[in-house]
């Protein structure tokens, strides 16, 4: 005997007719939409290519820039990398806090979350580079002697930069001010998973650890998977501010060369490979 209405159950036939028919519940506008503007990417690519190949034969200038510029680019991305690392360390170890039944630690980590969240990410980055490593220096703690000592022991000091303090600094700088921003993705993240589940894995016998290994952490990494990549993304456009500290990636190169230039298009030619 079905104790389920009628209307219910056309509803629910009529909805798995559509599933095992390979109907999409997507709207028809939407799908062509979507269509669209992959074609009109499709056309700015290609036309963006026959730019380049018209201003290289005319002028010959992208052999000239573009070695310039992917230097900029690769510092742009080990810098982008290395701080999402050390972000992702941060943000770790600030979710365990926020979460903690530590009273002190709890407020600590909401504090440095509140605090950092709360200020312009290019004054962090100045305190960082002015502040705190002027008064490190003071009492004789200099990241480029202590590296570049380590790296001629190893016969390659000259992979270690002189600006080697502006790069430290500025991904220490970019690192603690995403590590606030990544400890909420991951608290988030591990409270999404329910309360059942955790529950039902103390039950059957696994301690607090296992639970969370187990149970909450490989929930919570598909969940935090996409504000994760985002905030990448927006850490990699960040990362043109360290030009403040004399670092030499892609918006400080863009800049040097196109800023001397006296013809606008060669200049507007610049700044479109530049952010390209």
Do not use: C
């Not at 703690?141 to 600094?169: C, E, G, H, K, R």
């Not at 909420?184 to 301690?207: P, T």
């Not at 606008?264 to 490979?273: I, Q, T």
């Amino acid at each position: 005997m079905s104790f389920v209405e009628p209307s219910v159950e056309r509803r629910s036939v009529r909805l798995f007719k559509q599933k095992t028919d390979g109907q999409s519940d997507t709207p028809t506008w939407l799908t062509l939409l979507n269509s669209l503007f992959y074609v009109a990417v499709l056309l700015a690519v290609v036309a963006f290519g026959y730019y380049l190949y018209t201003f290289q034969r005319d002028q010959g200038k992208l052999t000239l820039y573009l070695p310039v510029l992917l230097d900029g680019a690769k510092v742009t991305l080990i810098v982008s990398i290395l701080s999402m690392v050390l972000a992702t360390i941060l943000g770790f170890i600030g979710a365990v806090g926020r979460l903690s039944r530590f009273a002190p630690i709890r407020w600590l980590a909401t504090v440095y979350v509140e605090v950092v969240r709360g200020t312009p990410i290019i004054v962090q980055l100045l305190l960082w580079y002015y502040g705190v490593g002027y008064v490190l220096s003071t009492i004789g703690f200099d990241p480029y002697s202590i590296v570049f000592q380590i790296m001629t022991a190893l016969q390659s000091n000259s992979l270690v930069p002189d600006q080697f303090n502006a790069y430290f600094y500025g991904i220490i700088g970019l690192s603690f001010n995403y590590g606030a921003y990544l400890t909420e993705v991951f608290r988030s993240g591990i409270e999404s998973v329910s309360k059942g589940q955790i529950e039902a894995a103390l039950s059957l016998g696994l301690n607090s650890r296992q639970t969370m290994r187990h149970i909450v952490l490989p929930q919570a990494f598909r969940i935090t998977i996409p504000p994760f990549t985002n905030y990448f993304i927006t850490l990699v456009q960040d990362s043109a501010l360290l030009s403040v500290l004399a670092v030499i990636e892609l918006d400080h190169q863009t800049f040097a060369l196109a800023l001397p230039q006296t013809d606008a298009n060669v200049k507007m030619f610049v700044f479109v490979l530049g952010a390209l």
